[in-house]
């Protein structure tokens, strides 16, 4: 596969470097807050109680360094930004004469750069595409990744039997999911598939449209990403434990930062528990590791390990009489499925990518993973009333067992070039995937394969 990307912006340029340094008053002590920032870009960052900052992914070249703090006067440097190196320096600010005044800063936009492959804002980027962080996830309490993209205009996510999860994209069923740019083809196969808890998720990137240009077959209506939280250059840890109506319980744990000036780590772990409006119960457990290693300035090797195992009490629904409405002494809110109706969803991955910058216009990636995804359903598929409607019939109970366990590789060169005013960016890349999926049928017996149960109290 062979594309050529274009975009009109002028910092969207690879290779890159890192800008880091520490901002001090004229006593030498930290400051806190003060806005750093890369002159006539997007790219920029605050420093935090130690005064140090950190920009990542800057385009190679020559670049103004802008710092402003309330009550001090702002500083510009140059700096030289080369391919694959950091840089990083001191910088002291001084007291105004003037301690107050106005002061307009400006947050740096939002990029998305794992889904479109360019290196540019989201504003910038040839395709239409969305992006809600960690912060927007926890605000909304998210517990999976439907309630993530519910408020994403042309997306609509779609529960099955209390635990299957699909989407629809700007009204197409058929689109690609990914976890850290590796297809998920649990949704080509069978439409549908559970979705763990968002405890170790930094961001959702959700494209819309047609993407099978980059991201293989399927990709008609658009494309979903997670993004795994990444190791940081300082030390770094959260914590938090929330409940909610139906007896939900959320917790989550993470740290990270780095180990030698050549490796830094990312530990999230994350667990949920709700019963739901018809009192069907869900438990996630759901947890990750992450390295990042620079044995070279031109190299990076990247790892990551992680696992979930969720339970879910499935769900059929209420059925309707010929009219569309209930019998009186029901309750919307009762689930009418066997106590022993389940699904449960065991899942295990690791990753590993190698990046090269061979020179400062060409880059050779390498992405290998691997997951072993296990799911458990068993359920009863039909309610009937009988002729009194004071009760009901299950029928028709169902089990099955999905094991899928791809193998997938993606090697990646591109090339990056100017043509006037426009950045360029050639990739040519092979893809390999090797698929290995079981489907297991089983049948139902025993007494209460055909059970009837009150409309009240089932």
Partial sequence: MVSFLLSAASLAQNPSGVVEGRILDENSRPIENANVAIANSNYGTNTDTNGKFIIVDIPVGRHALEITFVGYQSLRREIDVRAGQT?????????????????????????????????????????????????????????????????????????????????????????????????????????????????????????????????????????????????????????????????????????????????????????????????????????????????????????????????????????????????????VTTRFNDPSDFLGHERFDTQLKYQRQMSENVRLSNHLSYYDDDIDYLSTEFLKYNATLDSLTRGFPFYFNHETKPLQNQLELSYNFNAGQTSNKLLVGYGLSILDRKTYRGEISGAGKFATVSVVDP
């Fill in 87 to 331: 840089s990083t320096n001191t910088y002291t600010l001084t007291r105004s004469v003037i301690e107050f005044g106005a002061s307009e800063v400006t947050a740096p936009k939002a990029r998305i750069v794992s889904v479109s492959k360019l290196d540019v804002s989201i504003r910038e980027t040839p395709i239409t595409a969305q992006r809600i962080n960690a912060e927007l996830i926890e605000q909304r309490a998210a517990e999976d990744l439907g309630a993530a993209v519910k408020n994403v205009t042309g997306v609509r996510p779609i529960n099955r039997y209390g635990g299957f999860q699909t989407f629809r994209i700007r009204g197409f069923n058929n689109f690609v999911l990914l976890n850290d740019e590796v297809r998920d083809e649990r949704h080509n196969i069978s439409t549908s598939a559970p979705s763990s808890n968002l405890a170790n998720i930094e961001r959702v990137e959700v494209v819309k449209g047609p993407a099978s240009v980059l991201f293989g077959h399927s990709a008609l209506g658009g494309i979903i990403n997670l993004v795994r939280k990444e190791p940081t250059f300082d030390k770094r840890s959260n914590y938090s434990i929330s409940s909610g109506s139906y007896n939900t319980v959320r917790t989550q744990v993470g740290a990270g930062g780095p180990v030698t000036d050549k490796l830094r780590y990312r530990v999230d772990f994350g667990t949920t528990r709700v019963d739901g409006f018809r009192n069907f119960g869900t438990e996630t457990q759901n947890g990750s590791l992450t390295l990042h290693y620079t044995p070279s300035a031109s190299d990076r090797l990247e790892l990551s390990i992680g696992g979930n195992n969720d339970m879910y009490d499935t769900d059929t629904g209420i059925p309707v009489l010929d009219d569309g409405s209930f019998p009186a002494r029901l309750e």
